[in-house]
């Protein structure tokens, strides 16, 4: 079975500032892939960043990066000088050989 | 270019009434296709799940049904509709090596 859990339902802070959102996971499987998807009030899914668990290195997009443990099944994702427009639902999610499963969400507001 | 077509956008239907919601995914083949749920504010819930025509995958017992009767199509049915069916409903497709692409969204309301 796979689960995902994000941990804070809600988080806010200050534009410019850095935010981290957590996520862990659990499958029995050896291969999967990690995603964080935003969902901003228009509820349109966009993809954030995405990472094969075979691959040790951290992905990283622009201002979005993430912190890969796989040992520990944690996938947080780290937003750099946010911006206003990074106000949104945050989705952590799991796709194995069938099935692609996201967490609770985590609302996050950027403050200006 | 890889695209997925849900529709319709919105809809309105009394209790007890029928439901047909369809997705169509243009750019790929064979792929995984999703059915998922979203009460307000709230998280995503996985519906059902298929990895090709004919097979269904069921993840929570409920009013609903799904069904591919074609590679790229994918539809979502309740024989009679409850209150609690109303939500957001959203269809995916994810095949190796991509993202997931997700549609549009319909918002269902069962009044």
């Known amino acids: 079975a796979q689960t995902v859990t994000q941990s804070q339902p809600e988080m806010s802070v200050q534009e410019a500032e850095t935010v981290t959102l957590s996520c862990t996971y659990d499958?029995?499987?050896?291969?999967?892939?990690l995603f964080w998807y935003k969902q901003p009030p228009s509820r349109q899914m966009i993809l954030v960043i995405r990472q094969e668990a075979y691959k040790q290195q951290n992905a990283t997009e622009n201002r979005f990066s993430v912190n890969f443990q796989k040992a520990a099944k944690s996938f947080s994702l780290k937003i750099s000088d946010s911006q206003l427009g990074d106000t949104a639902m945050y989705f952590c999610g799991i796709q194995g050989a069938q099935k692609l499963v996201f967490g609770q969400g985590t609302r996050l507001t950027i403050n200006p | 270019s890889q695209t997925i077509h849900q529709w319709p956008a919105t809809l309105v239907q009394p209790v007890g009434s029928p439901l047909s919601l369809e997705c169509t995914v243009e750019?790929?083949?064979?792929?995984?296709l999703y059915w998922y749920r979203q009460a307000a504010g709230r998280g995503l819930q996985l519906l059902f799940y298929s990895v090709g025509i004919g097979q269904i995958s069921s993840e929570v017992p409920q009013n609903l049904s799904a069904s591919r009767p074609q590679d790229r199509q994918f539809i979502l049915s309740s024989k009679k509709l409850l209150l609690s069916d109303s939500g957001f409903y959203l269809c995916?497709?994810?095949?190796?090596?991509?993202?997931?692409?997700f549609g549009q969204g319909t918002r269902l309301t069962v009044v």
């Open positions: 499958t029995s499987e050896n291969n999967y892939y």
């Open positions: 750019g790929t083949s064979n792929p995984n």
């Open positions: 995916a497709w994810w095949t190796v090596g991509t993202e997931a692409f």
